[in-house]
């Protein structure tokens, strides 16, 4: 599996999102400054998200984009699936099912890669954003108390 620098844009203006969930909306000119991403290209990003419901904009002078679920109802499979496509390496689950079904002299590399695929989908599956917002200020926290 390889997450193009779109999904990993994507996944980092989540997370920025997610920091500030319960601070309304926030311009996307904010939301690239705080993640370090360039602004045009977030556009193209977060109207892609828009459309798949994962975050909503807002107009007028307070307005800007926030995520339309809590942080921890946000999987990062929705969000690498949306941006990158399947997670597998060789096709989805399905195409690889089928492929170990009628492709018996290359089935135990099918089956491998079937088993790549659902241990990545597992973990991703089950890490929220909020994990990763979690997890972050956590070490942030732990480093302030080691000074």
Excluded: C, W
């Amino acid at each position: 599996m390889k997450i193009s620098q779109k999904g990993l844009y994507a996944l980092q203006a989540t997370m920025t999102l997610a920091r500030r969930h319960l601070q309304g909306a926030i311009k996307i000119r904010e939301i690239a400054a705080e993640s370090h991403l360039p602004e045009k290209f977030l556009e193209l990003i977060l109207l892609e998200m828009k459309n798949a419901r994962i975050v909503e904009s807002v107009r007028g002078a307070r307005g800007g984009y926030r995520l339309r679920r809590d942080p921890n109802q946000i999987a990062l499979s929705e969000i690498i699936r949306l941006i990158d496509g399947p997670l597998a390496p060789l096709g989805d689950a399905e195409q690889l099912r089928t492929l170990i079904a009628k492709d018996s002299d290359h089935r135990a590399l099918y089956e491998v890669f079937l088993a790549v695929r659902d241990a990545a989908a597992k973990i991703l599956e089950n890490t929220t954003i909020a994990d990763l917002v979690s997890a972050g200020q956590n070490k942030k926290a732990k480093k302030s108390a080691a000074r």
